[in-house]
């Protein structure tokens, strides 16, 4: 019988060894081809053989996560409001009568009047815009800050991490609210950007040293190290490798606080220094309904009920993105 040559069997032992560099690349081929008809499985691929990520692996246990579909609609819910809160009530937050004041629950004013007469409904509806701004606008502003000093940090090291160390220590040091008063006390603005200022101020060193811990673990990964070696960039690796696998923690962080910054916008408007009316906010209107608790109830029922809800979404919400996110919680 003669003997069977390398190139008669393309499957066979002698078209691996035989056929050297060509057919380990034939093979190799083969392979990534099998890969891509693979079907989502435990094998590492997902749906049409794509590569399973963080990320896709966090929306799918999201999606089946009933904490993270409540507290969604929830925060859904105060966005649309907050942007068109005219789709829920066509009276004016300022529009008050005296005449009416601290009475209880009417036709077309189910929650009762103010001690200004005004209609508790209608302020607690648009109280919820300055709770959302405030929150939304001062996590971006903390996420942004104290991420990009706590990435740099982490990823040079040396004297700048070790003085965004002490930086971070001596705000730390600082008691919030004891800053808030001191802080806010001497603006007389009634809007609401003097307290997103304030909470970005004393925010950031918290976001920092999620992001400087992140950065630091991310940089000492393989593929990390590979770009270095093939003379990739300060700003490429940033921006290509470490940043979307370090940013993880800082979203479940600036999530959870998210609800923090909005509860501590209601606490400094209750004392006199947050928002200041005319602006409307639940903080003032707790604030004001406080001396009023025993005959009208109402009045700090509300306006209260409304800023736990919406404090308990951010929170839930986090801890959702949180037990998604942690591959140690798989």
Request: proline residues 6%.
């Amino acid at each position: 019988m003669p003997e069977q040559q390398p190139w008669d069997d393309a499957t066979g032992s002698g078209a691996i060894s035989g056929a050297g560099a060509g057919g380990a690349m034939d093979l190799a081929v083969d392979e990534g081809t099998t890969l891509e008809k693979t079907p989502g499985g435990p094998d590492g691929t997902g749906p049409a053989g794509k590569p399973r990520s963080l990320w896709s692996d966090a929306w799918r246990d999201l999606r089946r996560n009933p904490v993270f579909i409540i507290s969604a609609l929830v925060i859904l819910f105060l966005v649309v409001i907050s942007i068109w809160p005219q789709l829920i009530t066509d009276q004016d937050p300022l529009d008050c009568d005296l005449s009416k004041a601290q009475e209880g629950s009417q036709p077309g004013h189910p929650f009762g009047y103010d001690g200004q007469g005004c209609d508790v409904y209608t302020r607690t509806v648009y109280g919820a815009r300055t709770s959302v701004t405030v929150g939304v606008c001062s996590t971006l502003g903390v996420s942004l800050l104290g991420g990009v000093l706590g990435g740099l940090a982490g990823f040079y090291g040396g004297k700048w991490d070790a003085i965004l160390s002490r930086i971070t220590d001596v705000f730390f040091g600082i008691p919030v609210v004891l800053g808030g008063l001191v802080f806010l006390s001497v603006v007389t603005s009634s809007t609401v950007w003097p307290v997103i200022g304030f909470i970005v101020l004393l925010g950031w060193p918290q976001i920092a040293r999620i992001a400087r811990g992140s950065v630091i673990t991310a940089k000492q990964n393989d593929y990390v190290q590979a770009a270095r070696a093939l003379g990739a960039s300060d700003s490429r690796m940033m921006l290509r490798h470490i940043t979307p696998n370090a940013i993880a923690p800082v979203i479940v962080v600036a999530t959870i606080a998210l609800g923090t910054f909005i509860s501590l916008e209601a606490t400094l408007s209750y004392l006199g220094v947050g928002l200041k009316p005319p602006a409307v906010s639940w903080g003032i209107d707790i604030s004001a309904a406080s001396q009023y608790v025993r005959n009208a109830p109402h009045m700090l029922l509300w306006p209260a009920g409304a800023l736990a809800i919406t404090v308990l979404a951010f929170i839930m919400l986090g801890d959702a993105v949180r037990d998604a996110l942690d591959p140690k919680l798989r």
